[in-house]
């Protein structure tokens, strides 16, 4: 259409509409008739060509157009709602599919998968803020685990968060036993090793037979995490001359401070009353 405006042609047909009403002025009024004719035979065409333009091939108006593009706005903007749902789906089902094996060992579980949303940097133990809340019937105290054992449990906790201290920390107590020896003792976090991702299975009895490369999981005694849950592997062992008594040194199977995906035990066989009793509104 642009090619026709610039042609010779529609400058030639210019040229004859400008004669044409000059000569109107000089003429009688049936000249005018003629006039009138000729540039009616010679615009038809263009208002044809004009209105054409307004449809498209399928004989479609603009405003018809303008309806089914926005149609098909809303149709593509529901469409990714949906594709982002699934993905949320897809991301959630691969995470719970890596406790897979923890679950079918302890059906009895009850298990949250979540991420890691951020760490707090003022706490030397390395404490971290997960994705799941009391919405996921998520509460204080839950244990949270990695696939390979025991990472920490939940100290705080709103609608869509929670706070977790780590084996690392001092808070952190813990009734755990060598699967080897049956030495017992308490898993707890200490200053002196927290920056390398360990921490201290203390309290150990003077004759005991705790050695390097034993496995440390939880008693589930205190009914405040479930029985059996890996803690770490033995390092070391060590004599405190300040409480004068011996304890081992665990590594965790993962590293603690950098993990990103976790999961809440929010129930588990042997659950102690006093979480049972706060998970159902119970005093």
Same mark, same amino acid.
């Given at each position: 259409?642009?090619?026709?405006?610039?042609?010779?042609?529609?400058?030639?047909?210019?040229?004859?509409?400008?004669?044409?009403?000059? @000569?109107?002025?000089?003429?009688?009024?049936?000249?005018?008739?003629?006039?009138?004719?000729?540039?009616?035979?010679?615009?038809?065409?263009?208002?044809?060509?004009?209105?054409?333009?307004?449809?498209?091939?399928?004989?479609?108006?603009?405003?018809?157009?303008?309806?089914?593009?926005?149609?098909?706005?809303?149709?593509?903007?529901? +469409?990714?709602?949906?594709?982002?749902?699934?993905?949320?789906?897809?991301?959630?089902?691969?995470? @719970?599919?890596?406790?897979?094996? @923890?679950?079918?060992?302890?059906? #009895?579980?009850?298990?949250?998968?979540?991420?890691?949303?951020?760490?707090?940097? #003022?706490?030397?133990?390395?404490?971290?803020?997960?994705?799941?809340?009391?919405?996921?019937?998520?509460?204080?105290?839950?244990?949270?685990?990695?696939?390979?054992?025991?990472?920490?449990?939940?100290?705080?906790?709103?609608?869509?968060?929670?706070?977790?201290?780590?084996?690392?920390?001092?808070?952190?107590?813990?009734?755990?036993?060598? #699967?080897?020896?049956?030495?017992?003792?308490i898993v707890s976090g200490s200053a002196k090793y927290c920056d390398k991702?360990?921490?201290?299975?203390?309290?150990?009895?003077?004759?005991?037979?705790?050695?390097?490369?034993?496995?440390?999981?939880?008693?589930?005694?205190?009914? +405040?995490?479930?029985?059996?849950?890996?803690?770490?592997?033995?390092?070391?062992?060590?004599?405190?001359?300040?409480?004068?008594?011996?304890?081992?040194?665990?590594?965790?199977?993962?590293?603690?401070?950098?993990?990103?995906?976790?999961?809440?035990?929010?129930?588990?066989?042997?659950?102690?009353?006093?979480?049972? #009793?706060?998970?159902?509104?119970?005093?």
């Open positions: 259409m642009r090619d026709f405006f610039k042609s010779n042609t529609f400058k030639v047909f210019l040229s004859t509409v400008f004669v044409v009403i000059v @000569l109107s002025v000089f003429t009688n009024s049936i000249e005018s008739n003629i006039l009138s004719s000729t540039v009616n035979s010679v615009t038809y065409p263009l208002s044809k060509v004009t209105a054409a333009t307004n449809k498209d091939k399928d004989g479609r108006s603009i405003e018809e157009l303008i309806a089914e593009n926005e149609k098909l706005k809303e149709e593509n903007a529901e +469409l990714r709602n949906q594709l982002v749902n699934y993905y949320d789906t897809l991301t959630e089902n691969t995470r @719970l599919w890596k406790f897979y094996d @923890l679950k079918k060992e302890n059906p #009895n579980y009850t298990i949250v998968p979540s991420i890691v949303l951020r760490r707090d940097s #003022n706490d030397e133990f390395y404490s971290c803020t997960l994705d799941k809340g009391t919405t996921s019937d998520v509460s204080v105290g839950d244990p949270v685990v990695s696939q390979n054992g025991l990472v920490g449990w939940v100290s705080e906790v709103d609608l869509h968060t929670c706070k977790v201290i780590t084996v690392l920390s001092p808070q952190t107590s813990v009734g755990a036993i060598d #699967n080897k020896t049956s030495d017992t003792g991702g360990q921490t201290t299975f203390a309290k150990l009895s003077a004759k005991h037979k705790v050695k390097k490369g034993h496995i440390i999981t939880t008693t589930g005694i205190s009914g +405040l995490y479930p029985k059996g849950l890996i803690v770490g592997e033995v390092v070391d062992v060590c004599y405190d001359t300040y409480n004068t008594s011996y304890y081992a040194v665990i590594e965790p199977y993962d590293d603690i401070k950098t993990i990103k995906e976790l999961a809440i035990i929010t129930e588990y066989t042997g659950q102690g009353e006093v979480l049972i #009793n706060a998970k159902s509104g119970k005093k």
